[in-house]
Every structure is written in structure tokens, then in C-alpha cells.
């Protein structure tokens, strides 16, 4: 069983295209993630949920979007799609539980996203 | 916010211990010290964490400094599959926002 999910796991679109990408997690975690690799190998995290409430926003434009529908799914909507979004963008998720101390996220496989 | 210093890259032998090492000088006495490692196409992996004490586990061994400014990431034999980027990563803010910041890591070749 994948303990985290993402589909789909390439996707290749226009500038200016809009797309989704979807991220389950069946471990029971109330807390969720969205982080983006560039192309210089740099991993940097964009969202995190909590129990579907927003926990952090990294200063990432608005035409990236995450929705929630419940705690077990982190999907990522995607405006106006820009040759720069082209990246491979990793879901996680950790237990949320910890009150304070780090704690250890699992990442979905990623999906390679190219904006021709 | 902590900050940690890796190797750019470091080689080793199949069969043999690998030891990475990883700077932090400015870490605070609650910050606990993570690994991660990232195989080729795959999404980062939890490796190992540690406060004070050396934490073995079914994938490596963390030792800690005494005075916890650096520590070691150790792979008793590396095989190929441990061909990776590890990385040594602290947390901010004490680890309440639960933000893992990446840094450049180690990439690790495994020679057979």
C-alpha cells in the first residue's frame, strides 16, 4: 500500500493552461504539505495543512492554489500556467500530533510537471 | 533560523561504512538533528533524527557531538541503492511550524 499518493505523476501542458494535481496520504496524518524541486535540485516547501486549515503559505504567487477537502487530501490547483512552474512538486504528509516538536514527513513519489 | 553545512559530494565503496558529516554550529539546545535522504527520481525519505545521544536505527547511526554543533551520519556498508542526496536539516522555530528547509545535502556515489 502507498502511504503517500500523487497523481499525476507527469504532466506536461501550455503556458497559461490551468492544472490540478492530486495528493492522498493513507496514514492517518492530520497534517499535509506541497513542496517544489527546481531544476537546480533545490526542494522548498510551499503549503502545509493542518486538519484542513491553512498552517503555512511560503510567499508563493496566488495563481498556486491548495485545496483540502478533508485531511487525507492535498490537492494543488495551478493558474495561468508559467514556463517557471516547470518543476517536479513533492506532496508529504506527518502525524500533526506533536504539539510543537519536528516531526517526520512522508513524501509521495512526485509529479513532474513541464510547462512548454 | 539553524543552519547546517554539508559536503557538496563524497564518494565511497560498496560494502564499506560511509560517515557524513554535517556542520551546525548555531543550533539551539531543543533542536532535534534530522536526516533525510533523496534517491535518484524519488521523493525525500526520513533517514535518522537525534538530540544529544547516538540513535541507531535499521538504516544508519547518528552520532552527535558532544557539544552538538556537528554530527555524523553513519551507513555501516553502503550498498548501491544508498546512492543519494542526504540531508542534514534543522528545524526552525523549534520545529512548532514543521517546515523542513533543504539545503544543497550530500550527494553520495557508491561504487561497486
Known amino acids: 500500500d502507498t502511504a503517500v499518493s500523487q497523481t499525476p505523476k507527469y504532466l506536461v501542458t501550455q503556458m497559461g493552461n490551468d492544472k490540478s494535481i492530486k495528493c492522498e496520504q493513507n496514514l492517518g496524518h492530520d497534517t499535509m504539505y506541497w513542496y517544489k524541486q527546481d531544476s537546480k535540485k533545490f526542494l522548498k516547501i510551499m503549503f502545509s495543512?493542518?486538519?484542513?486549515?491553512?498552517?503555512i503559505n511560503e510567499t508563493v504567487p496566488n495563481r498556486f492554489s491548495p485545496k483540502s477537502p478533508d485531511k487525507a487530501h492535498l490537492n494543488l490547483h495551478i493558474n495561468s500556467l508559467e514556463l517557471g512552474d516547470s518543476a517536479v512538486y513533492f506532496c508529504?504528509?506527518?502525524?500533526?500530533?506533536?504539539?510543537?516538536?519536528?516531526?517526520?514527513?512522508?513524501f509521495g513519489p512526485g509529479t513532474r510537471l513541464l510547462v512548454l | 533560523d539553524a543552519k547546517t553545512t554539508q559536503p557538496n559530494s563524497m564518494e565511497s565503496n560498496e560494502e564499506e561504512p560511509v560517515h557524513l558529516p554535517c556542520n551546525h554550529s548555531?543550533?539551539?539546545?531543543?533542536?532535534?538533528i534530522h536526516w533525510y535522504r533523496q534517491l535518484p527520481s524519488q521523493g525525500p525519505e526520513y533517514v535518522i533524527h537525534?538530540?544529544?545521544s547516538n540513535v541507531n536505527n535499521r538504516m544508519a547511526s547518528l552520532a552527535i557531538a558532544e557539544d552538538r554543533k556537528s554530527s555524523t551520519l553513519i551507513l555501516h556498508r553502503a550498498t548501491l541503492r544508498d546512492a543519494a542526496v542526504y540531508y542534514c536539516?534543522?528545524?526552525?522555530?523549534?520545529?512548532?511550524?514543521?517546515?523542513?528547509?533543504f539545503g544543497t545535502g550530500t550527494l553520495l556515489a557508491v561504487q561497486p
Open positions: 537525534g538530540l544529544t
Open positions: 508529504a504528509s506527518s502525524p500533526g500530533t506533536s504539539g510543537g516538536k519536528q516531526e517526520t514527513q512522508y
Open positions: 548555531t543550533i539551539s539546545g531543543t533542536d532535534y
Open positions: 495543512y493542518n486538519n484542513k486549515e491553512l498552517i
Open positions: 536539516i534543522l528545524p526552525l522555530d523549534g520545529g512548532a511550524t514543521n517546515k523542513l528547509i
